[in-house]
């Protein structure tokens, strides 16, 4: 099984933008279906983006034109690449196949001025 692990988050102020990184102990070619999942505070974890192995992505409505993901299968690392950042996105952002298997620790992201 392969173990994903999540960095890039931090503290940035309103309107700016962050881009969270997933790496992979494996090859990621063959997994189907790669997300980016994210929980804030008293909330229930939500899945904010999806990719296929053959590129087709989906993002929740609430995320949508502002955050883009990718997947570098060369690479072996799925991206989230976040803009135009809001206080509401704040949350422990973690990566996942899908469906969802054991749960990394995530990356803080806070979006505060």
């Known amino acids: 099984q392969v173990r994903l692990v999540e960095s890039g988050g931090g503290l940035v102020q309103p309107g700016g933008s962050l881009r969270l990184s997933c790496a992979a102990s494996?090859?990621?070619?063959?997994?189907?279906?790669m997300g980016w999942y994210r929980q804030a505070p008293g909330k229930q974890r939500e899945l904010v983006a999806t990719?296929?192995?053959?590129?087709?992505?989906h993002y929740a409505d609430s995320v949508k034109g502002r955050f883009t993901i990718s997947r570098d299968n060369a690479k072996n690392t799925m991206y989230l690449q976040m803009a135009r950042l809001e206080p509401e996105d704040t949350a422990v952002y973690y990566c996942?196949?899908?469906?969802?298997?054991?749960w990394g620790q995530g990356t803080q992201v806070t979006v505060s001025s």
């Open positions: 996942n196949v899908l469906p969802a298997t054991d």
């Open positions: 494996g090859s990621i070619f063959s997994i189907g279906e």
């Open positions: 990719i296929t192995r053959g590129g087709f992505v």
